[in-house]
T-cell receptor, first 114, second 115 residues
Framework: DTGVSQNPRHKITKRGQNVTFRCDPI?????LYWYRQTLGQGPEFLTY????????KSRLLSDRFSAERPKGSFSTLEIQRTEQGDSAMYLC????????????FGSGTRLTVV | AQTVTQSQPEMSVQEAETVTLSCTYD???????LFWYKQPPSRQMILVIR??????QNATENRFSVNFQKAAKSFSLKISDSQLGDAAMYFC????????????FGTGTRLTIIP
């Protein structure tokens, strides 16, 4: 395992287009998280999966956002009808269940909406 | 709701010297975790050090140590013998000790190492 993998690294899209990001967690990690980081800010929690179940969504996750984790493996985050305010770094992290284990973060996907 | 505050947007330190980054937090929980994460220009967030709130002993990882003051809700990071590779954004973060353990981050401190 080489860690948490996120693709693409960069995405430039026109306002109104749909985009999809992918996260491949460490294989034995059953918990997967999505965070959004805007310039000059710390990451903000978006949503969380335990296996294939999406257990919590932040109020930041508007109706235009949807996340899935089929079969409890990789996860996708889709943004429909992108807006300029969606421009940010989208970070994925995974961890095993249990309080003694820390997070492993991916390198993120940088989204620019023009 | 839990909040994490980092009041130093930028800090600088001479190579080989010691620097302390500040963090305060607010929570009504009695059991929780606190973290310091490092985010270099390559962007991947890396765990520096972790502290369990129920442990009175301050965590230490090589050149990195924390000063955890539970009553004051303060959690500072001390970096000793600063190295050029320590240059990065440093984020303080909080999570509950149970449930989904999502992280709440501060706004970060940019640390510059002066050769």
């Amino acid at each position: 395992d080489t860690g948490v993998s996120q693709n693409p690294r960069h995405k430039i899209t026109k306002r109104g287009q749909n985009v999809t990001f992918r996260c491949d967690p460490i294989s034995e990690h059953n918990r997967l998280y999505w965070y959004r980081q805007t310039l000059g800010q710390g990451p903000e929690f978006l949503t969380y999966f335990q296996n294939e179940a999406q257990l919590e969504k932040s109020r930041l996750l508007s109706d235009r956002f949807s996340a899935e984790r089929p079969k409890g493996s990789f996860s996708t985050l889709e943004i429909q009808r992108t807006e300029q305010g969606d421009s940010a770094m989208y970070l994925c992290a995974s961890r095993p269940q249990g309080a003694d284990y820390g997070y492993t973060f991916g390198s993120g996907t940088r989204l620019t909406v023009v | 709701a839990q909040t994490v505050t980092q009041s130093q947007p930028e800090m600088s330190v001479q190579e080989a010297e010691t620097v302390t980054l500040s963090c305060t937090y607010d929570t009504s929980e009695s059991d929780y975790y606190l973290f310091w994460y490092k985010q270099p220009p390559s962007r991947q967030m890396i765990l520096v050090i972790r502290q369990e709130a129920y442990k009175q002993q301050n965590a230490t990882e090589n050149r990195f140590s924390v000063n955890f003051q539970k009553a004051a809700k303060s959690f500072s990071l001390k970096i000793s013998d600063s190295q050029l590779g320590d240059a990065a954004m440093y984020f303080c973060a909080y999570s509950k000790n149970f449930g989904n353990e999502k992280l709440t981050f501060g706004t970060g401190t940019r640390l510059t190492i002066i050769p």
